[in-house]
């Protein structure tokens, strides 16, 4: 994680409040990927959403 506030994920839950937190810079892209990256492996064995998840990738081209 970066030096900003784990905390300010908490109510994150829909796209424009983590695009205002990103701007505001409450968060990091790398903190959103994270957190989702986190969500897609604990919900993928019963959603089974994605065939296939690029972690390294996702988490490379955050600035």
Known sequence: MTGFDSEGLEGL????????ALADRRV???E?????????EATQPTINAFRVV????????CV
């Open 13 to 20: 839950e829909g796209l424009r409040e983590q695009a205002e």
């Open 28 to 30: 990091s892209s790398r």
């Open 32 to 40: 959103l990927v994270e957190r989702s990256l986190r969500r897609i």
């Open 54 to 61: 690029r972690a390294d990738a996702a988490l490379r081209r």
